[in-house]
């Protein structure tokens, strides 16, 4: 009788419209960017509360205070957060990189622009100064000066008030990515040139520049041994003619060793296969060098990103990160004898952190449960990362190994934040119809009555994974925040982890035919929309699709494909012809698109038949998007409203591809689930 009451009053509640906001679900704080200094006594991360960034520190004593103080939602990103060796300065990088055309982001369309810059914060009174337009810092290391990156060449600047930066040395390409050695007399950095990259080492006081081993090869990634006296690095092939990288491509790589005086060197350890690529763009760090005379490096060549750890000379190969699971980061401990990872080995769709030897590999587990454990800390000996809940963004937290408890460091929701009207997803497993085992996780209120619609998310990427709670990313933490928004006014979603995306090995990831080669993913999306129709919740004629960037492009997919089954879409800044990409976005358009392959792009693009695209579609894009053409959206829009389509339009002026504000994030939702309402709730 009990339960039958209560059902009874959430549908007087549900009847009288008595439904969730949007703001509900999205205005958590989240934290992000964490760091610690390098005697380990400080932290600090970013707190994005609403659109509004600011850095905060936590002291030795535990003590927690705000280092800035931006008081508005201005889309300015705050990151790489670097401390000085004394731990006595905090310097950070305010804003975005600039376009094609010169301009760093300005989605809130101020009147005087916006920059990309680096600021630095005096701890002992957190006075605030600008130092540099540029990115990528890097302290001397006397903590007095600092190298940045600026065009092609590297800079360095005093760490004061006023100072002026000069260039520390020229060398034809791009150059970055300066490590000093641990004299500190010297730096090694890359010389990115195109079709081959060099390693270079710079001496202060000669003010000359050595070659290591150079070679028609992509050199990169190089670390110093702990004496100063070698260095190691990556090496993959160099471009040949007319060869384009692909995204769904690997290539074959090797840990090259090689002497930092003469520059003689020689592969350490080379892949069995074209094992490169994602193994050294995705996860962090690529490549190290232990105090115990160790190099650690990322590979996939088993199946699952890991790291692995070797001797210099390439003996004594060991997975140091075992098991059927991802590792997308480690932080070494002061010994440098063990290493702490995140990943989902053990739990395939969430994220924990993990206790590894770097000699031994053997793995214990530090964190479990329901919760989302990255990127991991180690603080005054105790171990710290983000973690994030089916209610709760990532925040920074403590974990208490005795007690077996998390201590919340930075800022908790208000008040105002409730989260009643969260359910807990549940996890889906599907197969395609070619027999591909896909996951997924459905968000439903089983406690709303009657039939409800259906809706399918697609991730962007596709090198994604949406979880069992609040992603770690703020891109997918508010598209997680939609879809318990959605189910909370009455929707069934399905979030698809569709092959391509991380999460489930190389083989898922590298599926064959995807994306531009023959959309093999696309049978997923069908997959979960014929999984919404047989729950008995859902009324199965009314099913629909949204997504962002590659979801947005499966979302394309869908209603043009598939109309008896998806009825309405929104497609936020989706890719919808592949040729086009790959003509005018880059050459190729980062899939190795040739023109041989024209055909064959067009062909498994959304705009190749639009016969059948009868059902109506929310377009969404910002129009300083760097990632997908904006052109993108309005050739679509145009050949849609030739064809008598029902179009509506979100058009965010001067926003990017992954919306910098808070602002921008709640118009898209609210006017998705207008739109949604209005197609879907007939």
Not at 214 to 225: A, K, M, N, T
Not at 304 to 313: A, C, G, I, L
Not at 515 to 540: H, R
Request: charged content about 25%.
């Amino acid at each position: 009788m009990r339960k039958i009451l209560l059902l009874a009053i959430v549908a007087l509640t549900w009847r009288a419209g008595a439904q969730p906001s949007v703001e509900n679900f999205m205005s958590a704080p989240m934290a992000s960017n964490a760091t610690v200094s390098r005697d380990g006594k400080q932290l600090a991360w970013v707190l994005n509360d609403r659109g509004r960034r600011n850095i905060y520190l936590r002291n030795a004593q535990g003590q927690v205070r705000a280092l800035t103080r931006y008081e508005y939602d201005d889309g300015q990103d705050l990151s790489q957060l670097v401390f000085s060796p004394d731990g006595s300065h905090l310097v950070f990088v305010r804003g975005g990189d600039q376009s094609r055309e010169g301009y760093s982001p300005n989605p809130a369309s101020s009147a005087d622009g916006a920059e990309q810059a680096i600021w630095c914060i005096a701890l002992a009174d957190n006075s605030l100064f600008r130092l540099a337009a540029g990115s990528d810092p890097v302290f001397y290391p006397d903590g007095k000066h600092l190298l940045f990156s600026r065009g092609p060449q590297i800079q360095t600047i005093a760490v004061a008030m006023g100072a002026s930066p000069s260039q520390l040395f020229f060398a034809r390409g791009n150059n970055g990515d300066p490590r000093f050695s641990p004299d500190g007399k010297e730096i090694v950095f890359v010389s990115y040139r195109r079709d081959h990259n060099f390693i270079g080492i710079y001496n202060f006081e000669a003010r000359k520049i050595r070659w290591i081993s150079p070679e028609v090869s992509l050199d990169r990634l190089p670390v110093w041994s702990p004496d100063g006296k070698r260095v190691a690095f990556v090496r993959t092939p160099g471009l040949q003619a007319e060869e384009l990288i692909s995204f769904v491509g690997g290539r074959r790589f090797s840990i090259w060793v090689a002497d930092a005086t003469t520059g003689k060197g020689a592969a350490a350890w080379t892949s069995p296969a074209d094992d490169g690529g994602f193994a050294q763009l995705y996860p962090n760090p690529p490549l190290a060098w232990t105090k115990s005379d160790r190099l650690l490096f990322f590979s996939e060549h088993e199946g699952y990103d890991h790291v692995y750890s070797m001797k210099p000379d390439g003996s004594d190969l060991k997975d140091v990160t075992p098991g059927n699971g991802e590792v997308e980061s480690y932080v070494l401990d002061a010994s440098e004898n063990s290493l702490y990872f995140d990943g989902n080995r053990e739990d395939i769709d969430r994220r924990h952190i993990w206790k590894s030897g770097v000699a031994d590999g053997k793995v214990t587990a530090i964190t479990s449960g329901d919760g989302i454990e990255m990127y991991p800390l180690l603080a005054n000996g105790e171990v710290f990362c983000l973690r994030s809940t089916v209610t709760l963004p990532p925040a920074l937290v403590r974990y208490d190994d005795k007690g077996k408890k998390f201590e919340t460091i930075s800022a908790m929701p208000g008040a105002g934040y409730s989260t009643q009207s969260f359910v807990k997803p549940e996890q889906v497993i599907l197969k395609a119809p070619d027999g591909t085992t896909v996951h997924g996780q459905l968000f439903i209120n089983r406690n709303l009555p009657g039939k409800r619609p259906g809706v399918v998310f697609m991730h962007g990427g596709p090198i994604r994974q949406m979880l069992l709670g609040f992603h770690y990313s703020n891109y997918y933490a508010n598209c997680y925040a939609f879809n318990q928004y959605l189910a909370g006014v009455g929707y069934a979603v399905i979030a698809v982890n569709y092959r391509d995306g991380i999460g489930y090995g190389r083989k898922f990831r590298r599926a064959e035919n995807q994306g531009p080669w023959g959309a093999s993913e696309y049978q997923d999306v069908v997959a979960a929309g014929k999984y919404l129709q047989t729950l008995p919740e859902v009324d199965p004629a009314k099913i629909g699709l949204w997504g962002g960037s590659y979801g947005g492009y499966l979302t394309a997919m869908g209603m043009a494909r598939n109309p008896e089954l998806f009825k309405a879409g929104v497609d936020l800044h989706g890719v919808h012809d592949w040729g086009f990409r790959a003509r005018e976005f880059s050459p190729g358009g980062g899939w190795g698109i040739t023109g041989k392959d024209m055909e064959t792009a067009y062909r498994n693009s959304p705009v190749s038949d639009l016969s059948k695209w009868t059902g109506p579609v929310l377009l969404v894009c910002g129009d300083d998007d760097r990632n997908v053409l904006f052109w993108e959206t309005t050739d679509l829009a145009e050949k849609l409203r030739a064809r008598k389509v029902p179009v509506e339009l979100l058009v965010l002026p001067d926003e990017v591809h992954g919306f910098l504000m808070y602002e921008s994030w709640r118009k898209v939702f609210e006017e998705a689930r207008t739109f949604l309402d209005k197609n879907l709730k007939k």
